[in-house]
Nanobody, 124 residues
C-alpha cells in the first residue's frame, strides 16, 4: 500500500488542523493505521492508531482528549483531527499502515508502510 499524508500547516496555539492520509490499494480496510510525529532532534513518537474496522482507537497520553483518529474505508483515508494545538505539537506527522497489527500499534517498528510526512507548526 502507498500512503500520502497531507493537511499540515501553520496554526496558532489553540487552533485546529485536520490531517488526512490517503492510501492506494483495494485492501485498505484490512490495514491497521497509525499516526506518528517527529520533532527536530527527537525520536519518532506515537500519536494515535486505529483498528481496521475503526472500532478500536489508541492515543498517546499527550494528545488524548485533543486529537481524534478516524477512518473512512470507502475512501481509503484515515484522518487525524487535532484540536487545542500547542507549540509542543510542532513536528512532521507521518501516517503508517500494517496488515498484521490487531491492537496497540505504539511502536513505529511494527509498521511496514509509511507516508512521506506533513509538517505541522504551532506558533505561540
Amino acid at each position: 500500500v502507498q500512503l500520502q499524508a497531507f493537511g499540515g500547516g501553520l496554526v496558532q496555539a489553540g487552533g485546529s488542523l485536520r490531517l488526512s492520509c490517503a492510501a492506494s490499494g483495494r485492501t485498505f480496510s484490512t490495514y491497521f493505521m497509525g499516526w506518528f510525529r517527529q520533532a527536530p532532534g527527537k525520536d519518532r513518537e506515537f500519536v494515535a492508531a486505529i483498528s481496521w474496522s475503526g472500532g478500536s482507537k489508541y492515543y498517546a497520553g499527550s494528545v488524548k482528549g485533543r486529537f481524534t483518529i478516524s477512518r473512512d474505508n470507502a475512501k481509503n483515508t484515515v484522518f487525524l483531527q487535532m484540536n487545542s494545538l500547542q507549540p509542543e505539537d510542532t513536528a512532521v506527522y507521518y501516517c503508517a499502515a500494517d496488515e498484521d497489527l490487531a491492537y496497540g500499534g505504539y511502536d513505529p517498528r511494527e509498521y511496514d508502510y509509511w507516508g512521506q510526512g506533513t509538517q505541522v507548526t504551532v506558533s505561540s
